[in-house]
């Protein structure tokens, strides 16, 4: 078993770069090793850690940070349409997509330049231009916290919903994902009905449409509204975009023309734009001391340097605040809050 080492800061360790503590922490590398820290842990506060790319450090863990490092890609089966592919929780989840598109293995496209690691990705059913985790996802090995054992979970088991899975719910804090199987295609089906999708593809001059082609143009328009963590700590989209009955869209049109939905797939409900409304509260591009809302996405909360997870919490609550006293809308977070 690694040995634990104390009094860690963990600002390497999430993409906010919050200089949080953590008073022992350790990597696993295997089910086992995973296992025996847990069993060293006793009834010590845990946080098990991916990519550090969801969460919000809002003060010091007093317990056992646990870093997940299980890696390994593996090409598991192949029918004559799929192949099915497993990788270790703590892979990459931008290097692991690249992989698969280097091998033509098509579903991850759309997917690409997420930061965070491969276990995260189920969590909260990762999803960008028109495309969710769960349309590739085939089945996920878990550690139980309770029971101590090794548990699979089908893509059904999941309940998989917008940027939700039984891991943010009824699981939280229950289960440790090892790896995860995706079932991807030979032969590729294409997800461009994303406006921003083909504005890029044209810009590109994209002629022979390939889950190459799509990836890069992700890729670019990612580059071009988020921000990298590697120089401005940020978790991406802090909030959700929220999902309201069409009715209550159409009054909410009439007060502000300017509002931003698109249509629910099921035809009743209409996603606002959260980054618009926070938008239209005056909040783009605000910043007080390290902490601020950035200039080109104002659904995304960024670290400047050395703002402290409170100082991003506070700024949060302020927005939401602020969204709720204009709109009526109450913002939900999409980033975990620690502790
Ligand atoms: N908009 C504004 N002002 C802003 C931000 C956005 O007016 O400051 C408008 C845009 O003009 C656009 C609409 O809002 O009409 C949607 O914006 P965008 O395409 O940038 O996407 P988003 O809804 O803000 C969601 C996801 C992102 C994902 C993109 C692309 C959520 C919470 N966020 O953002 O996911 O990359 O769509 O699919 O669903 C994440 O989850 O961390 C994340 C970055």
């Known amino acids: 078993m690694p040995t634990p080492i104390e009094n860690k800061s963990l600002k390497q360790l999430n993409t906010f770069g919050i200089d949080a503590r953590a008073r022992y922490f350790s990597g696993f590398s295997t089910a086992e090793e995973l296992a025996d820290l847990l069993e060293w842990a006793g009834s010590r506060r845990r946080l098990i850690l991916g990519g550090g790319s969801n969460i919000l450090l809002k003060e010091d863990v007093d317990g056992i940070v646990l870093h997940n490092a299980i ?32 091998r033509d293995w098509a579903g991850l496209e759309n997917l690409s330049l997420i930061p965070g690691s491969v276990g995260a990705a189920p969590m909260q059913n ?31 088991d999941c309940e998989f919903g917008y940027r939700d899975s039984v891991f943010k719910r009824r699981y939280r804090d229950e289960f440790v994902i090892l790896s ?55 978790a991406g989209s802090f909030f959700k975009n929220p999902i309201i009955p069409n009715a209550q869209f159409a009054q909410l049109r009439e007060k502000f023309p300017d509002i931003v939905g698109f249509p629910d797939p099921l035809g009743k409900n209409t996603k606002l734009a959260a980054g618009r409304l926070i938008e239209q509260c005056g909040w783009k591009g605000y910043r007080r001391g390290d902490a601020g809302v950035y200039d080109r996405q104002a659904l995304v909360l960024v670290n400047y340097g050395n703002a402290s997870g409170k100082e991003i919490y506070r700024l949060g609550e302020e ?16 980033v975990n809050v620690v502790p």
């Open 71 to 102: 890696r390994g890609i593996e090409l598991v089966n192949e029918g004559p349409e799929h192949v099915y592919v497993r990788a270790g929780a703590g892979e990459n989840w931008a290097a692991f997509v690249a992989y698969c598109i280097g």
């Open 126 to 156: 990762i999803g960008a231009y028109g495309v969710e985790l769960g349309s590739v996802f085939l089945e996920l090995d878990a550690w139980s916290l309770g029971e101590r054992k090794l548990c699979t979970f089908t893509l059904g």
């Open 180 to 234: 995860v199987t995706f079932r991807l295609r030979k032969k590729p089906i294409f997800h461009t009905a994303y406006g921003d999708i083909q504005q890029e593809l044209q810009r590109m001059g994209v002629r022979d449409l390939s889950i190459r082609a799509i990836s890069e143009a992700v890729i670019a328009i990612r580059r071009s509204k988020l921000p990298d963590p590697a120089q401005i700590g940020n």
């Open 319 to 334: 927005i939401a605040a602020s969204v709720e006293k204009k709109f009526g809308i109450v913002l939900e977070r999409e």
